[in-house]
């Protein structure tokens, strides 16, 4: 069955850049039946939708994150990945990378998930 | 503050029922048969657990039913077991720019 890893630094500083990888695994990236999507969640808070991207390389973004999001897609290495820029504090949380079904629209299998924290 | 709402606690003791509503608008759960709900134990990644409002995945448990009444979609456990205490998170399909969204979590407690 497919799998999602995350993987990336746990520790990034103020104003930096956030850099995840999404590796997926037993099936391919490229099938056009799934969106591939990033989902954060701050300590003992909600889950957060970041934004998804298609095999194609189209994306959509959470309006209230769009302008400092970029995900991107590597069908070659059956990854994907997410750039989160000008971080604060407020982006600590886990990350999650998700299989996000289309025309279904719900969100299986999920990453294990990766804590990333914002400190200087 | 999420787009969905769900109550923030709910508790049952082993054996009965319990109900937990996920209340959105015409825009997200009144207007699509896209409701999933999600369980969550404490540090672990969520799992699905019903999708397209009433449908489960294949090894979730039938004692887990999901339905829908207007704007509202209502996650239904019955026979409570010591394992199904964890938060559940319901999720819509939104025809706004979010495209995706979440209630913001509900706890069992089973007591």
């Known amino acids: 069955q497919v799998q999602l890893q995350e993987s990336g630094p746990g520790l990034v500083k103020p104003s930096q850049t956030l850099s995840l990888t999404c590796t997926v695994s037993?099936?391919?990236?490229?099938?056009?039946?799934?969106?591939w999507s990033w989902i954060r969640q701050p300590a003992g808070k909600g889950l957060e939708w970041i934004g998804r991207?298609?095999?194609?390389?189209?994306?959509n973004y959470n309006p209230s994150l769009k302008s400092r999001v970029t995900i991107s897609v590597d069908t070659s290495k059956n990854q994907f990945s997410l750039k989160l820029s000008s971080v604060t504090a407020a982006d600590t949380a886990v990350y999650y990378c998700?299989?996000?079904?289309?025309?279904?629209?719900?969100?299986?299998?999920w990453g294990q998930g990766t804590l990333v924290t914002v400190s200087s | 503050q999420s787009a969905l709402t769900q109550p923030a606690s709910v508790s049952g003791s082993p054996g009965q029922s319990i109900t937990i509503s996920c209340t959105g608008t015409?825009?997200?759960?009144?207007?699509?048969?896209?409701v999933s709900w999600y369980q969550q134990h404490p540090g672990k990644a969520p799992k699905l657990m019903i999708y397209?409002?009433?449908n489960r995945p294949s090894g979730v448990s039938n004692r887990f039913s999901g339905s829908k009444s207007g704007n509202t979609a209502s996650l239904t456990i019955s026979g409570l077991q010591a394992e199904d205490e964890a938060d559940y998170y319901c999720?819509?399909?939104?025809?706004?720019?979010?495209?995706?969204?979440f209630g913001g979590g509900t706890k069992l407690t089973v007591l």
């Open positions: 999720s819509s399909y939104t025809s706004s720019s979010t495209l995706g969204v």
């Open positions: 397209e409002v009433s």
């Open positions: 998700v299989r996000w079904v289309r025309g279904g629209n719900w969100f299986d299998p």
């Open positions: 991207i298609y095999t194609s390389g189209s994306t």
């Open positions: 015409s825009s997200d759960v009144g207007g699509y048969n896209y």
């Open positions: 037993g099936g391919s990236i490229s099938s056009g039946s799934y969106y």
